[in-house]
């Protein structure tokens, strides 16, 4: 496309050059300056080897060792003491040295050095009553036995040393969250008083029987040398102490050991079954049995990069993946939430790192649990959750064919809250994909056939292609779509229907029916959701009202659709630039850390804050990353990734941890340890993007993509499936690769393309190779091989690099700009976005106008260089003049407040009083509770709202005032109206208008009514002030930025919470008192709260009247007064 019209206002001339310094991010994220917080974080942890190493640590309890894949765990942490969890509390063992006159328990030697060695605890203790002497504690748990093992073991003692023990408080108690660190102090596994009260210890030599709780019981057994007996609870100061006292009311358990150097010191607490106890000849071979059974996770997945922190995460996701799993099936977390849910990711754990058979189980586990009959039945909202939900009970609405219940074999069909069968069914199929075993294909056909139907069913009521999403994601508490076409869940339907034509084809079944459902899917997501001007898909459509897109999607949106290969290469590319752009990024940067730009993201830019809709979560990130890898951006995908891992690895509270809730989650903080979702997609993110290993053996091939960061000369990686060795030496590229897939025929392998392609061999045969033409970003190579157990790969390169981008820029609209590229070809243009207008393409130069007003659009160039061809991304920004703030200053002149009382249709105090039931969808959904606010998982909240201050301040004049000369009129009289509501519901109307005469410069208004994380970041409601001329100006009501919600303020901190504009002034309706400033933000406001907006007026034009609008559904809006400056 041609124009010699081009726009002359600005020509800014840009040349690159082929000898530019290389740099693979093509457009890195910009994080804002400082600390998060103000807060001044520690490298807790740092790599050595595989192991995870503190040394003066100060947590306890944070270490979770896990052994026989059931609840039970031992309690680790920095500082050697340790707690046992049954579940329910199984006591607590402190350990201490005396020697001579003097003693102190370990937690406080002078020097102890924690090693997190996955699977175990190893302690090197080091203290001046040690002398030069060092103690090392090993701690595990047992392999065969719910129990703990510890192996002491002394060096260099010179003296004659004593090791004490004190156990006891075993109660059976479970805490709120399973002792989970975060929700449960660490406190709650203390050595305490009170605890021991009902222990009953009976000594057998040099063991012990623990009788507690309900008929409970433990056992111990120390090296035969221990001296056992019982002591005090209450005088337990010092190791000293500890062995002269005698048991009272509160006994304990104290075990006594002379040391010797060189000499491995072993001892166990477990519970006994069926009646087995061991001698202490016997514990050897036990330390043996459970290091040899923790050395086989550990070493599951083995890691060797030219980055430490990276080396270290092999065996820590095997070690964490095993801990999630309890035959039959995958469970939702290792301590925290250790319960059977179908869905949730933490299963695709068990195929990433090639335990095929675990998945096997967990799929044929529940395919029992999916419901037979009835096929369809009315639906029904349950009133008792206020319509907020569908009536859980089976035999109604979605409980019925296809759907997969959470409890697994069969054994509990039972109604619940959400749909798990979409993650479940992706599981499935990424099973498949990984196995290509065509009798489960036909085994599961009728699973999937059924779950298809009941999708379609259920949620795509109204046959458009897109589906509704009842709770069907991580993120799913309060996120209520009312009926709405979700794209998150469409993709999720997209993918399955995909999978289910192909597998139809290879069982003898019709494929058409699913693959016109999947056409119709992908058409609706791209034709109804797709925002060209954002470059990104919509969260959802509304059902009902005016339809809208919702245009700030959460980042689920944009994973969800890159992993179910929804959009084409630029749709993914520009949706992952909405990340950049428009998710709040939080730094990480702490004390012995470099600052490379780590950083974490929020899910969403929603608010007011909701739990689950705005958190800052290791899951999301590593799906995120996940994303970008599939899209081609391996250096920001592998920055995300390694930000995670420092992040909840190396500076929280637990080492090589998987938490559930960041420590940068401003609302939870650092919360749960190895947690199903993160554990599952670390392991996708592992396996799949940064070493590339995708198999899609349902067509028999291996698909390897490399995504290590530009700058990594070597990378290796050992797993059960494939044993994959990377190593750069000059300009030749190597890659060993051993697999142990079954039914491969092809090997497909890509990368990015470093220069030009000078040879490839495979196995020392020369191979053909090709540029992929649609590859946006850098320009890939790719090539096949036939099937091999082994493939040596040689990539040799020579000549120029391949030439990069233009940085970001700023331009005005209506401006120009001009790039031009030295050793490299432009052969086309794609505007997707139609920000450029006017373009002109030479032989290496482009120059175009800007025509988009706002945001960071981005076009793309074909490139050629050489031999390599691929879509070049140009990015920039548009600058957008800044909007006059809405502050309260000192109001002069004339000013005259509206009688707005022949007007006012309701009491603000009705708001949340008020049943909201029409209109409301009737398909099976998750909505708003019918008193306006709340969300289903909380469907009965409802703050009371008190305007009693204002009319108290109004009084007999009817009138409220300020010292700024700020003035509304408003009713004193308790029983008199006194706000204008208009909504989306029936309950009011949609809209209303007020006539007005005269003219004005300014108009102030007094506001209130509600909104919620659903319709954030966008217009919920409009004030249009109409002309006499037929013109208008118009104040938009955007939550979070001029409409703000009755019952609270909104929460903000400057990452993941931000306001675009200073607050405005908020009249408190129980004080009548006029607040600036943030000291309610975030906080609920007693009584409820009205909100000053100001709007400039023409004041040569003559005024018409007002026009207050609801344009969102879910929200009331509502007018309490209005003042107008006259000349």
């Keep these: 496309m041609k124009n010699n019209s081009i726009v002359k206002p600005i020509l800014i001339l840009l040349l690159f050059c082929a000898h530019m310094s290389y740099a693979q991010e093509l457009y890195p994220v910009k994080l804002p300056p400082g600390l998060w917080h103000n807060e001044q974080r520690m490298l807790r942890y740092h790599p050595e080897d595989r192991d995870f190493v ?47 006159n003097n003693g102190k328990w370990l937690t406080a030697a002078g020097n102890i050095t924690a090693r997190y060695r996955p699977g175990m605890m190893i302690y090197t203790i080091k203290d001046s009553l040690l002398g030069s002497g060092q103690l090392q504690l090993t701690v595990m748990a047992m392999a065969q036995q719910e129990g703990m093992i510890i192996r ?40 305490q008083a009170a605890n021991c009260r009902t222990n009953s210890y009976t000594i057998n030599g040099n063991g012990f029987e623990l009788c507690y709780g309900d008929g409970r019981s433990l056992n111990g057994t120390f090296p035969s040398t221990a001296i056992v007996k019982t002591g005090d609870a209450t005088k337990i100061d010092n190791p000293q102490e500890a062995l002269s006292s005698s048991a009272g009311t509160a006994p304990v358990l104290t075990m ?55 080396n270290t995460v092999g065996g820590a996701l095997s070690v964490a993946a095993d801990a999630i799993w309890e035959e039959p099936s995958y469970l939702h977390g290792a301590v925290g939430w250790r319960m059977r849910l179908n869905g949730w990711r933490g299963p695709y754990t068990g195929d990433a790192l090639g335990w095929h058979d675990r998945a096997l189980t967990h799929f044929r586990a529940y395919a029992a649990s999916q419901v037979k009959e009835p096929d369809s039945a009315a639906v029904v909202a349950d009133t008792a959750m206020h319509l907020a939900r569908s009536k859980e009970k089976p035999g109604i609405g979605m409980f019925t064919t296809g759907y997969i219940s959470r409890d697994p074999l069969g054994k509990s069909i039972r109604a619940h809250h959400y749909d798990m069968n979409l993650v479940y069914i992706d599981q499935l199929l990424r099973h498949f994909m990984w196995t290509g075993r065509l009798a489960e294909m036909k085994e599961f056909w009728p699973v999937l056939q059924s779950h298809l139907a009941w999708e379609k069913r259920n949620f795509d009521a109204d046959g458009d292609g897109l589906y509704d999403a009842y709770a069907a994601i991580w993120a799913s508490d309060a996120l209520q779509y009312s009926g709405g076409g979700v794209a998150h869940s469409s993709a999720y339907n997209y993918f399955a229907n995909i999978k289910a034509a192909e597998i139809a084809g290879y069982i003898g079944k019709d494929p058409t029916p699913y693959k016109k459902e999947a056409e119709k899917v992908r058409n609706a997501m791209n034709n109804l959701l797709w925002l060209r001007d954002k470059g990104t898909y919509g969260e959802y459509k509304d059902l009902l009202g005016n339809k809208l897109i919702h245009t700030s999607p959460a980042i689920w949106t944009i994973y969800h659709s890159i992993d179910s290969e929804v959009p084409d290469a630029f749709q993914t590319w520009q949706s992952l630039r909405y990340i950049d752009n428009c998710i709040p990024h939080i730094p990480v940067r702490a004390t012995g850390l470099k600052d490379n730009g780590y950083y974490t993201l929020a899910t969403s830019s929603w608010m007011p804050y909701t739990w689950s809709l705005n958190n800052v979560a290791l899951a999301e990130s590593m799906h995120t990353a996940l994303a970008n890898w599939q899209g081609g951006r391996a250096d920001e995908a592998f920055r995300l990734f390694k ?69 990594w000369d070597s990378a290796a990686i050992a797993s059960p499936d494939i044993d994959f060795r990377f190593k750069r030496k000059g300009q030749t590229d190597s890659y060993v690769i051993r697999q142990r897939l079954g039914g491969l025929q092809a090997l497909r392998f890509s990368i990015i393309a470093r220069a030009q392609v000078k040879e490839i061999t495979i196995n020392g045969k020369k191979t053909s190779w090709h540029c992929k033409d649609s590859v946006v970003g850098h320009p890939v190579i790719a090539f096949t091989a036939p099937a091999d157990e082994h493939f040596d790969i040689r990539i040799s390169w020579q000549g120029a690099k391949p030439v990069m981008p233009p940085a970001e820029r700023r331009y005005q609209p209506g401006t120009a700009f001009s790039v031009a590229f030295n050793n490299a070809t432009i052969l086309e243009a794609y505007d997707p ?30 490139m050629k260089q050489g031999m390599l061809t691929w879509w070049m991304p140009v990015c920039f920004r548009v600058a957008t003049p800044g909007q006059p703030a809405n502050t309260l200053t000192v109001i002069k002149g004339n000013t005259e407040t509206i009688d707005l009382s022949a007007w006012f249709n309701d009491k603000v105090t009705s708001i949340f009083t008020n049943k909201y039931l029409s209109p409301r969808p009737q398909s099976t959904t998750l909505q708003l509770p019918w008193q306006g606010i709340g969300d289903w998982p909380r469907p009965h909240e409802q703050p009371a709202i008190d305007d009693s201050g204002l009319r108290k301040l109004a009084g007999s004049k009817n009138e409220i005032s300020f010292p700024n000369g700020l003035r509304f009129r408003t009713p004193g009289d308790a029983d008199s109206r006194n706000i204008l509501f208009t909504s989306q519901w029936d309950n009011y109307p949609g809209e209303t208008s007020i006539p007005l005469r005269g003219s004005a410069s300014h108009m102030w208004l007094l506001m209130a009514g509600s909104t919620n994380p659903m319709q954030s970041r966008m217009d919920n409601g409009a004030v249009y002030i109409e002309y006499t001329d037929g013109s208008r100006d118009s104040l938009m009501l955007c939550n979070p930025d001029t409409w703000w919600p009755i019952e609270k303020d909104y929460y903000a901190d400057g990452f993941a919470f931000k306001l675009e504009k200073p607050r405005p002034p908020r009249i408190h309706l129980k004080t009548g008192e006029l607040v600036t400033g943030d000291a309610f933000n975030g906080r609920t406001i007693e009584g409820g709260a009205a909100t000053v907006l100001e709007l400039p007026l023409n004041p040569q034009k003559t005024l018409r009247s007002l026009r207050l609008k609801t344009i969102t559904n879910d929200v009331v809006i509502g007018l309490m007064g209005v003042t107008l400056l006259r000349k």
């Design 256 to 310: 006594q050991l002379s040391l010797e150097n060189d000499k491995p010191y072993d001892y166990i607490i477990y519970r006994p079954e069926n009646n087995t106890t061991f001698s202490s000849a016997q514990l050897p071979a036990l330390y043996e049995d459970a290091l040899r059974s923790q050395r086989e996770k550990f070493e599951r997945i083995t890691i060797t990069t030219p980055d430490p922190y990276i």
């Design 643 to 711: 930000s995670e891992v420092l992040a909840s690895m190396y500076l929280g509270g637990s080492p090589g941890n998987f938490v559930q809730i960041s420590h940068y989650d401003a609302s939870r903080g650092e919360a749960y340890r190895d947690f199903g979702d993160p554990v599952g997609m670390f392991s996708r993110a592992l396996i799949e993007g940064l070493f590339g290993i995708q198999p899609d053996l349902m067509h028999h091939v291996l698909n390897i993509r490399p995504g290590f960061p530009y700058e």
């Design 152 to 191: 002491a073991y002394a060096t260099g003692f010179k003296e004659k040393a004593t090791l004490v023990c004190v156990f006891g408080g075993a109660t059976g108690k479970k805490f709120s969250r399973d002792g989970d660190m975060g929700p449960d102090p660490e406190s709650v596994y203390y050595l």
């Design 833 to 862: 976005q139609q920000a450029l207008q006017h373009i002109l393409i030479g032989k290496n130069r482009i120059t175009a106008g800007i025509k988009a007003t706002k945001g960071s659009p981005t076009f793309f160039l074909r």
């Design 54 to 100: 503190i040394t003066n640590g100060n947590r306890r309890f944070t270490r979770a060792l896990y052994g026989t894949n059931t609840a039970f765990r031992v309690e680790t942490g920095d500082l050697p003491e340790f707690a046992l969890y049954m579940p329910g509390m199984g006591g607590n063992l402190r350990t201490g040295i005396i020697k001579g």
